[in-house]
């Protein structure tokens, strides 16, 4: 790694020499603001998990976290660098997500009685769109690099969140070749 390296998270964070990035918690912003007392006590939680879909935090404090960086292109980025969207490529995220979703419900049904999770909250990735995620065609892996999109609640909006991710991807399928027909289809 260079010292010349950043990444762009609303503004350029630096990818320091020894591969980590630091990232302060949003916690003065209007609009995103986050509860850091919440991220202090979810953060340890999911750096016990090792989970594989997720950077690896390395440490954090009341000012924000370390984590490991999760080398490659976010998927926004590959399609627009010229990448082509395929139905394989989107049922394979799909199954993948799914295999995410699966790991946040065990990890929700082993806390249930955490005080996190207050009886019947789930763990969920809030903000799953394709700039907060990489896919490794070759391997068939999903990671989303955006860990303060993390939350624990009672109603997760699935629906919403599918459609964030997935019908971006349909939409790009469906309009990346000008001489594919789209009868049949709502888009």
Do not use: C
Request: a negative charge.
């Amino acid at each position: 790694m260079t010292k010349d390296q950043y990444i762009q998270i609303r503004t350029k964070v630096p990818i320091d020499s020894d591969g980590t990035v630091f990232k302060e918690f949003n916690a003065n912003e209007k609009f995103r603001r986050q509860d850091v007392s919440i991220m202090l006590k979810l953060l340890p939680l999911i750096a016990k998990y090792k989970l594989d879909f997720l950077p690896r935090i390395v440490e954090f404090n009341d000012k924000g976290y370390r984590y490991e960086f999760v080398e490659g292109k976010t998927i926004k980025e590959q399609v627009d660098g010229g990448m082509k969207v395929s139905q394989k490529m989107i049922l394979e995220m799909k199954i993948a997500m799914d295999n995410i979703w699966e790991k946040f419900y065990e990890i929700s049904m082993e806390n249930r009685y955490n005080p996190l999770f207050r009886g019947n909250g789930f763990l969920y990735h809030g903000d799953p769109w394709l700039g907060n995620a990489i896919w490794n065609d070759d391997t068939r892996e999903l990671k989303f690099i955006d860990l303060d999109s993390l939350s624990i609640a009672e109603f997760v909006p699935l629906t919403q969140l599918n459609n964030m991710f997935f019908q971006h991807l349909e939409t790009l399928l469906m309009t990346q070749d000008n001489n594919k027909s789209t009868l049949g289809t709502w888009i």
